[in-house]
């Protein structure tokens, strides 16, 4: 499950939650404990589901900070920097990533190289799980780590 909040400009006292149970679903909204609607995005568009009818604006900046999260580029980060040996990798959730490996890659070696420099990639402030699956998914292995602490 991904948890953000979202305090809106210029109003005092009022925190949206926005949660995302599985990846791929809507994202819900939350305010003072209650539902008040799912929103997705479609075609590069935030929209509300439902019958709920929220600001555009505040649609737009609820997207904006859900696009923002580092979850959201980290799963093409691992397929770009390590091109030569990763297929695939699929963000199952803020903090659990699944990336299999292409066919005919030496596995022990990226095991070596994922685990010495993985912590490179990460900028989110809290524990990642890492599982790694060679090409015909017969050899794993996993990675916990907790990212860099942002200083404020």
């Not at 995005?41 to 589901?49: Q, R």
Request: aromatic content about 14%; hydrophobic content about 45%; charged content about 25%.
């Amino acid at each position: 499950m991904i948890e953000l909040d979202y305090f809106p400009d210029g109003v005092n006292d009022v925190v949206y939650q926005v949660l995302q149970f599985r990846t791929g679903e809507a994202w819900r909204v939350v305010c003072a404990g209650e539902m008040i609607c799912s929103m997705e995005k479609l075609d590069g568009l935030w929209y509300v589901k439902g019958k709920t009818i929220l600001p555009p604006t505040l649609v737009e900046s609820m997207g904006r900070l859900i696009d923002m999260q580092h979850f959201n580029f980290l799963a093409a980060e691992l397929k770009q920097h390590w091109g030569a040996y990763v297929q695939e990798a699929i963000a199952q959730g803020e903090n659990q990533y699944l990336v299999i490996c292409k066919e005919g890659i030496e596995f022990e070696r990226f095991e070596r190289l994922f685990r010495a420099y993985i912590i490179n990639l990460v900028r989110d402030p809290w524990e990642i799980r890492f599982r790694v699956y060679n090409a015909r998914m017969s050899e794993d292995f996993e990675v916990f780590i907790k990212g860099p602490v942002l200083a404020y």
